[in-house]
C-alpha cells in the first residue's frame, strides 16, 4: 500500500468511525446472530491477490456489524464503562504508526517518560502525596497495565516475592516451595474474579471472606482470619480491599483494613478499576483519604492502588505502589535481564519489562496525554458527575414504581434493582427485556437475591436515553406480569 492510498483509506475509515459512534443509537444493542455465524460469510482462506479496499469496507457491514455488541452505544448498562473518545481514538492511530515495543528505556525512551510523566499527572489529579509520585525523587511512581486481570496478578505476585524475602530473612531453613505453601491471601467475596485468578495463577490460596450486612469487608473479619491462620502456621501475606465491588460498586472499609494490615505486615492491595476514577473529583475522593491517613500517620502499609483512568481513556488500568517500600518488589519479581536488553542508561529510568507480565509493551501513554489535554481535568470531572446523576436519576425512575425495589445504595454510576418477587421471576424478566434488543444489562446475585445492574457506560448516554432504558424497563415488566397474570 502506497503512502497516498493510505491517506484516502485513513481518512474513509475515520469517516466511517465518526459516523458509526455519532449514529450508535439506530443500532440494536446486542446482535441477533448464533455461534459460527461470521465462517460462511468469507472465505475458506486468505486470498492470493489483494482484495479491493471498497470490497474491505463494505465487508465491515455485512460481516463484522451484524455481530458486534455495541458497547459505546449510550443503551448499553452491562457491565462498568469501557472509556471511548475521539481523542484516544486519534492517539491509537498515533501509537500504531510508532508501533514501539517499549521494554525498556532505550527501546523507546519516549514511550518510558511519557509514561513516567502522565502517572504523575494522574497521581496530581487525585490529590496522592507527593511521595507517590516519580517528580518526588522518592519511591513512587505508576505504571500502565493492559488489563485490571494483569494488574491484579502483577500485585499479587509482587506481594508473594515480599513475603518469601522476608522468611527466608527471618527463617533462612525454609526453602521457597516450603514458604509458598503456608502463604495465604484475604479478600472478600464480592471482589472481582480477577483476584480469585490471581491466586490460582500465582500458585496462593486465597480465603473468600464473609461481607458485613451492607457487603463491605471489614477489618475485624480480616484480622480474626488473620489470627486463626496465624495460629494454623501459616503466612498471612496479601489482602485485597475493593472501593467499588463489581456486583453492587461497594466500598470495603479501607479505614479498618489499613490499620489491620499494618499491624501483620500483610501487603494491602486497592482495587479501585472502575471507582476510582470519580476521586479526581473532590466530593468522591473522601475514602481513597483514609488511605493517605495511614500513610500520613507514619503506618508501614505497603501495597497498590489500582484504578482504571478517566473513563473516556479506554480499557487501560494503572498500578500506583506506596511509597513505604517503593517498586523493588515487582522489579525483583519479573527481573529476566538478559545482555541483549540491557542498555547504558539501565537505573537512570525506569524499565517497565520489569513491572508487568508481558515483556512487550505499547506506547499507551499518548492515550493518556492526548485525553488529558484535549479534555482538561474540568471537562472529565464534569463527564464523571453527569454519569452519576444519571445514575441517581434512573434510581428515582425505579423507586417511583412500587413494583420494583433498589438492592443497593446507589454510590457512582451503578444502580442494582429487582422486581418485587422471586429470582425466577427476575430471571424471566432480565431474559425478556434483553430480548427486545434496545438496551442490554446483566445480572448478579448477592446472599442468594438475584437483581439486575444497570451501570451508565457510555460518553454519549443522556436523560433521554435514560427515559428510554425505563421504558423498555417498565414495558417488559408490564409484559411479563400482564403474562404471569393470565398463566
Not at 455481530?67 to 448499553?76: A, I, K, L, N, Q
Amino acid at each position: 500500500m502506497e503512502a497516498n492510498q493510505f491517506k484516502a483509506f485513513g481518512k474513509e475509515m475515520i469517516d466511517y468511525v465518526a459516523g458509526y459512534l455519532e449514529n450508535i443509537r439506530d443500532r440494536r444493542v446486542v446482535p441477533t446472530v448464533e455461534p459460527g455465524y461470521l465462517r460462511p460469510l468469507i472465505p475458506e482462506k486468505a486470498p492470493e491477490k489483494p482484495d479491493k479496499w471498497e470490497d474491505v469496507m463494505a465487508d465491515i457491514e455485512r460481516v463484522i456489524m451484524p455481530g458486534v455488541t455495541h458497547w459505546h452505544s449510550p443503551r448499553f448498562h452491562a457491565y462498568f464503562p469501557t472509556g471511548n473518545s475521539y481523542p484516544a481514538i486519534v492517539a491509537d492511530i498515533l501509537s500504531g504508526a510508532i508501533a514501539c515495543i517499549g521494554f525498556t528505556w532505550i527501546a523507546s525512551p519516549a514511550c518510558t517518560e511519557l509514561e513516567v510523566v502522565m502517572l504523575d499527572w494522574l497521581g496530581k489529579m487525585l490529590g496522592l502525596p507527593e511521595e507517590f509520585l516519580a517528580c518526588s525523587g522518592g519511591k513512587g511512581g505508576g505504571v500502565i497495565q493492559g488489563t485490571a486481570s494483569e494488574a491484579t496478578l502483577v500485585a499479587l505476585l509482587g506481594a508473594k516475592a515480599r513475603a518469601i524475602a522476608r522468611v527466608k530473612k527471618e527463617q533462612p531453613e525454609m526453602s521457597d516451595a516450603d514458604i509458598v505453601s503456608k502463604l495465604v491471601g484475604y479478600t472478600s467475596s464480592q471482589s472481582h474474579s480477577s483476584v480469585e485468578r490471581a491466586g490460582l495463577l500465582g500458585g496462593v490460596k486465597l480465603r473468600s471472606l464473609l461481607p458485613d450486612e451492607t457487603n463491605r469487608l471489614r477489618g475485624e473479619t480480616l484480622e480474626n482470619a488473620i489470627k486463626e491462620d496465624l495460629d494454623a502456621g501459616l503466612i498471612p501475606f496479601y489482602a485485597v480491599n475493593t472501593l467499588g465491588t463489581t456486583s453492587s460498586c461497594t466500598f470495603d472499609r479501607l479505614d479498618e483494613l489499613g490499620p489491620v494490615c499494618n499491624e501483620y505486615n500483610v501487603w494491602l492491595h486497592i482495587d479501585a478499576a472502575y471507582a476510582g476514577s470519580a476521586f479526581i473529583c473532590p466530593e468522591y475522593s473522601v475514602t481513597i483519604n483514609d488511605f493517605f491517613q495511614i500513610f500520613d500517620e507514619g503506618h508501614r502499609t505497603s501495597g497498590l492502588l489500582q484504578l482504571q483512568p478517566p473513563q473516556m481513556v479506554a480499557g487501560e488500568l494503572r498500578l500506583f505502589r506506596h511509597v513505604a517500600e517503593g517498586p523493588s518488589w515487582l522489579v525483583n519479581a519479573f527481573n529476566v535481564d538478559p545482555l541483549y536488553l540491557k542498555h547504558e542508561q539501565q537505573g537512570s529510568a525506569p524499565d517497565y519489562r520489569h513491572w508487568q507480565i508481558p515483556l512487550g509493551r505499547r506506547f499507551r501513554a499518548l492515550k493518556l496525554w492526548f485525553v488529558l489535554r484535549l479534555f482538561g481535568v474540568e471537562n472529565l470531572q464534569a463527564h464523571i458527575r453527569k454519569q452519576i446523576e444519571l445514575a441517581h436519576y434512573f434510581e428515582s425512575l425505579v423507586r417511583s414504581d412500587d413494583r420494583f425495589e433498589i438492592t443497593e445504595e446507589v454510590i457512582m454510576g451503578l444502580v442494582c434493582f429487582r422486581l418485587r418477587g422471586s429470582n425466577e421471576t427476575n430471571e424471566a424478566f432480565l431474559k425478556r427485556l434483553n430480548g427486545r434488543g434496545a438496551i442490554h444489562l446483566v445480572p448478579s446475585k448477592i446472599r442468594d437475591v438475584y437483581f439486575l445492574r444497570l451501570a451508565v457506560c457510555s460518553r454519549m448516554t443522556e436523560k433521554s436515553d435514560i427515559d428510554i432504558s425505563w421504558k423498555e424497563v417498565k414495558e417488559t415488566a408490564d409484559e411479563l406480569l400482564a403474562k404471569n397474570h393470565c398463566g
